[in-house]
């Protein structure tokens, strides 16, 4: 049972540890879906980030309205959530669907915040 309280603590800690990491270094970071999460997770997560943050930039004419696939507009509206919230860990999780990126997930006219 001691081995698992370590084990526990030890993960606490090294997950905390690396977002102060990327805070002290000042790097931007963003959140995406996971390339291998389900359609129907995809469809949740959408659905959940804009219940809470603005989502008008995935309609049709916005710059990051195509290509027009849920997974890339799972991926803005999981972004705008996790940007909104305070780029914690765990404002990326959506049950393990989603992954955080060092790499600006940008492009053409689509500029992920």
């Known amino acids: 049972m001691a081995k698992a309280t370590d084990l526990t603590l030890l993960l606490l800690l090294f997950c905390f540890s690396s977002e102060i990491l990327v805070m002290v270094n000042g790097q931007k970071t963003w959140c ?3 390339p291998s999460t389900d359609q129907a997770t995809l469809l949740a997560n959408l659905n959940f980030a804009c219940s809470h943050v603005d989502c008008r ?6 710059p990051c309205s195509s ?3 849920l997974m890339n507009h799972a991926s803005i509206a999981m972004n705008l959530y996790y940007q909104a919230k305070g780029r914690n ?3 990326c999780d959506f049950r393990c669907s989603g992954l955080i990126v060092m790499t600006n997930p940008s492009y053409g006219d689509c500029i992920y915040a």
Do not use: A, E, R
């Open 89 to 91: 860990q765990w404002n």
């Open 67 to 69: 290509p027009d696939n």
């Open 32 to 34: 995406v879906g996971k």
């Open 57 to 62: 930039i995935l309609q049709g004419g916005c």
